[in-house]
């Protein structure tokens, strides 16, 4: 698995009596990447070095 921008106990901890699927983990930091990476590009579009709320 690539770099984990998510924290797992987190996603237990908020999903209070729901069960965890091993895989949810892993699709969420997925798209969590992919969200930070599509905001960097967006800044750079920008002429900007600081990642912002509204790149999202």
Do not use: H, W
């Amino acid at each position: 698995m690539s770099d984990l921008y998510i924290v797992k106990a987190k996603i237990k901890e908020l999903s209070g009596d729901l069960n965890v699927a091993s895989d949810f983990p892993d699709v969420l930091n997925e798209k969590v990447k992919n969200l930070i990476l599509e905001a960097i590009n967006r800044a750079k579009a920008n002429g900007r070095r600081t990642l912002m709320g509204k790149d999202i």
